[in-house]
């Protein structure tokens, strides 16, 4: 059983892995916006990854009425979920989910607005990687901290190196 087991994991790519790990994060969102009678028969949990990408990628088209507001939600879901697990730091996140931005349609500035609602929904995800440990957390002060970091992601231009003004 370890030796198959093994062989499995050898032949999954790191990008294979993280679809896994988002994949469970992505079920729990779609439990709560999706009529289990969709899938036909089949249960979230019988859905591969791959499918639940496909699932996610197409809840445009099999949801018209499906908001953007319903789509942050979902990404907001996702995003706690990985944060709360560790899979993912607050700091790289941007990156991380850019793809499932990309198959829900969001923006950059729909991260850093899902991130804000976590800071003050829940800074504990946050407060270890965003405040000096001296520094009493509340959920307003992270949210304070992301915005102030958002506001400057924005500022930089292409090629310029932070912390360095045009001329």
Known sequence: MGFAWLLRTLHRSHAQ?????????????????LDPSMLEGR??????PNEVY???????????????QSRLQAYIGVVQDLLSQQVVSE?????????LRQDLD???????????????????LLVSQELPSST???????????????????????GEAPGRSRR
């Open 54 to 68: 496909t699932l996610v990628k197409a809840l445009d088209k099999l949801l018209p009425e499906m908001s953007k």
């Open 136 to 158: 009493p957390a509340d959920s307003e002060t992270v949210a304070k901290t992301l915005r102030r970091r958002r506001d400057r992601n924005q500022t930089i231009t292409f």
């Open 91 to 99: 700091l790289n996140s941007l990156k991380f989910f850019s793809k």
């Open 106 to 124: 969001l923006k950059d500035s729909d991260h850093f607005e899902a991130m804000e609602s976590i800071a003050l929904t829940q800074p504990s």
């Open 43 to 48: 249960s979230l949990e019988d859905l591969s």
């Open 17 to 33: 892995y993280e679809r896994e790990r988002m994949a469970t994060s992505l079920r729990k969102q779609l439990r709560k916006i």
